[in-house]
């Protein structure tokens, strides 16, 4: 390597180190804004907390030469325990078993919420960094930025960032393998990295078994023939990887991985969520188009704008190869193709016949850093392309980053209810019946001083949040809520079925578990409080009629 490429790379590096910091400070010092969440308090931070338990069993047992903490009978007792939220090997564990060492660790110094959040945070800052250290090896420092800028300025990829879920883990270990895979097209070193990071890939979530796929269609697509050594450690240690990083798999193992794979495609037919959409409350009979319309209407417009003029640019380039033009130039079109084919495979799957479709953007988060790549890209050469005066230059691509951030900084803490101008912002979301909040994200901080400070011995009935009194009871012990309020309160996933007295109903405005009684109060009665967004209701108090 001579010595200006090594200056360069030096710089890129540097760039991007200054990028994961700078991402991780601003997650870090907004975890808390975002309230906590279903999933966060449903299943999570139990399989979390159990996993913790048999790493400190092992950590003993390994001290004492006592190593019963291998055995079937532990390993079934801590990775195939059934608790409060349901069984905790639903999904594999890699991300619970980060998130209870953080929690573990951190719960100290920072307090249960933001230390379950920090490895989100971690593997957000993770995926800004290797945006930019792809586009900027590839096309230029100037592609890599505007990549960065155009994925943490996505509003409900921003807000995924701060809760304790498997989506943007899996997200990041997506992107991670296609780095090492990149890179180990010209090192055997990161060839064998990229078995392993797939392996753990696949031990985040089960969205990670689609990478070999977009990989098939990309060399079908350019017949790379570096491709081979990478595909030799994928088959060599990917598998075992995923084995060693879940102990469950340790016995039984092929039936247990073959008896999870059922769970997983039953769960395609089985499992859905009742999810408003175009003004129908549907659950088995989502449409396929519901992924295009999510993904449509929640990216900032530039974005979108430039992820399109991206895709053009791209095609256009690889067709070039094909009629035999820009020999010389192939390879980081190729790498283009490479971005592009797995944002598609992800949404393509993603709309298919059975598979779920709820939550907004969650279930297809990983097609995001690859969108925001191909955006990066788009812009870039929109810039190059019909910007001729350097400043005008500049200015475009201030602009390209100030209104998306503008729109984020707006809606802040209520990302997960954004939608950009090309459905009428969230008002014109709720107009044409799409749902206008996740579960919880707006029963925060903010919302809690609410209640503490007129409802604190009102009998309430919480609708439309997790069961079992799951947030207040996380609140509760994390010392945000009085005793009070916690004995006062009731949850029910139908308040025309709540037999008990209450003196006011909270309801989270998510309208896809609304029923009669909760569609009654949000269409007809007028709330003491709202937390709204631009005139839409996202969490309210009513005042009971009975």
């Not at 953007?361 to 350097?390: C, D, M, Q, W």
Request: proline letters at 4%; one cysteine or more.
């Amino acid at each position: 390597m001579n010595k200006n490429k090594f200056q360069q790379n030096r710089y890129r590096i540097f760039i991007a180190l200054f990028i994961f910091a700078i991402t991780f400070s601003i997650v870090f010092i907004t975890e808390k804004d975002i309230g906590i969440t279903w999933d966060e308090i449903y299943l999570n931070d139990d399989a979390a907390r159990i996993y913790v338990e048999w790493i400190k069993e092992a950590y003993k047992g390994i001290l004492s030469g006592n190593f019963d903490f291998l055995s079937k009978t532990v390993i079934d007792k801590y990775f195939g325990a059934i608790s409060d939220g349901g069984r905790i090997n639903w999904h594999p564990p890699f991300a619970r078993i980060i998130g209870g060492i953080s929690w573990k660790f951190f719960t100290p110094y920072l307090g249960e919420m933001k230390a379950y959040r920090l490895p989100s945070a971690l593997f957000f800052s993770l995926e800004a960094m290797l945006i930019f250290l792809i586009l900027s090896r590839f096309f230029s420092i100037s592609a890599g930025l505007l990549s960065v800028f155009s994925f943490i300025l996505m509003p409900r990829v921003f807000a995924h960032s701060h809760i304790f879920a498997l989506d943007t883990p899996v997200s990041a270990m997506w992107l991670l393998t296609i780095y090492a895979f990149i890179k180990g097209l010209d090192d055997e070193k990161w060839a064998i990295f990229t078995g392993f990071i797939f392996g753990l890939a696949l031990s985040t979530k089960i969205h990670s078994a689609l990478i070999p796929l977009s990989i098939a269609i990309w060399f079908l697509m350019t017949r790379n023939k570096r491709i081979w050594k990478n595909i030799l450690s994928i088959t060599l240690f990917s598998l075992p990887t995923f084995i060693l990083s879940w102990p469950w798999l340790w016995y039984d193992t092929f039936a247990r991985i073959f008896s999870f794979e059922d769970d997983q495609i039953g769960d395609l037919t089985s499992n859905f969520k009742v999810t408003y959409y175009l003004g129908k409350s549907l659950a088995s009979s989502m449409p396929w188009h519901y992924v295009s319309v999510m993904f449509l209407s929640t990216i900032p417009p530039l974005i979108l704008l430039a992820f399109f003029y991206g895709i053009y640019i791209t095609v256009k380039k690889n067709l070039n190869f094909i009629n035999g033009e820009n020999k010389e130039r192939k390879e980081k079109w190729d790498i283009a193709l490479l971005l592009l084919s797995n944002a598609v495979i992800m949404l393509a799957v993603a709309s298919a016949p059975g598979i779920p479709k709820y939550d907004g953007v969650r279930l297809f988060l990983p097609a995001f850093p690859f969108t925001a790549s191909i955006a990066g890209i788009g812009f870039h050469y929109i810039i190059k392309n019909f910007f001729k005066k350097e400043w005008l230059k500049y200015l475009a691509g201030l602009l390209y980053i100030v209104f998306p951030l503008i729109s984020l900084i707006r809606v802040h803490p209520y990302e997960l209810s954004y939608y950009n101008i090309l459905v009428g912002g969230i008002e014109g979301a709720k107009k044409i019946g799409l749902e206008t909040t996740y579960w919880g994200d707006a029963f925060n901080r903010d919302f809690l001083k609410v209640i503490e400070k007129k409802y604190s011995t009102k009998k309430i009935l919480y609708c439309g949040l997790p069961q079992k009194k799951r947030q207040l009871k996380f609140y509760y012990r994390n010392g945000l809520v009085a005793k009070s309020i916690l004995d006062n309160a009731t949850c029910s996933s139908d308040a025309f079925k709540n037999e008990g007295y209450y003196d006011y109903l909270v309801l989270n405005c998510r309208q896809g578990v609304f029923k009669k009684l909760e569609w009654f109060y949000y269409n007809f009665l007028k709330p003491e409080y709202n937390t709204i967004l631009d005139g839409v209701p996202l969490i309210s108090i009513y005042k009971s009629p009975f």
